[in-house]
């Protein structure tokens, strides 16, 4: 059985920093493709980033680019995003997501985490 758990979300000033990680079983994580989406009440899943299975190959979402970093850890069988300069827009429930084949849409994945909220206010 899959398991994705995300773990690092939590309250956080304007301008600051969080660390958000994913780990994954039950799967076979060195050829799976993971990614981070984030859903704010309201609004559609948007896509965060995606990282290839050997790490190589990485995209970020535009609203996060510059401000954000994916990376994982095979040999942990665990991915992170790091995000800095968080702003208020950044509140949202972030979910990860493993896949077969790298892409920037959730169709490309097919096992999603629980979700670990992150709010960010002064």
């Known amino acids: 059985q899959v398991q994705l758990v995300e773990s690092g979300g939590g309250l956080v000033q304007p301008g600051g920093s969080l660390r958000l990680s994913c780990a994954a079983s039950?799967?076979?994580?060195?050829?799976?493709?993971m990614g981070w989406f984030r859903r704010n009440s309201g609004k559609e899943r948007e896509f965060v980033a995606a990282?290839?299975?050997?790490?190589?190959?990485?995209s970020l979402g535009d609203s996060v680019r510059g401000r954000f970093t994916v990376s994982r850890d095979n040999a942990k069988n665990t991915m992170y995003l790091e995000m800095n300069t968080l702003k208020f827009e950044d509140t949202a429930t972030y979910y990860c997501?493993?896949?077969?084949?790298?892409?920037?849409?959730?169709?490309?994945?097919?096992?999603w985490g629980q979700g670990t909220q992150v709010t960010v206010s002064s």
């Open positions: 997501a493993a896949g077969r084949s790298f892409g920037v849409t959730d169709r490309s994945y097919q096992f």
């Open positions: 039950g799967l076979t994580f060195t050829s799976s493709t």
């Open positions: 990282i290839s299975s050997t790490g190589d190959i990485v």
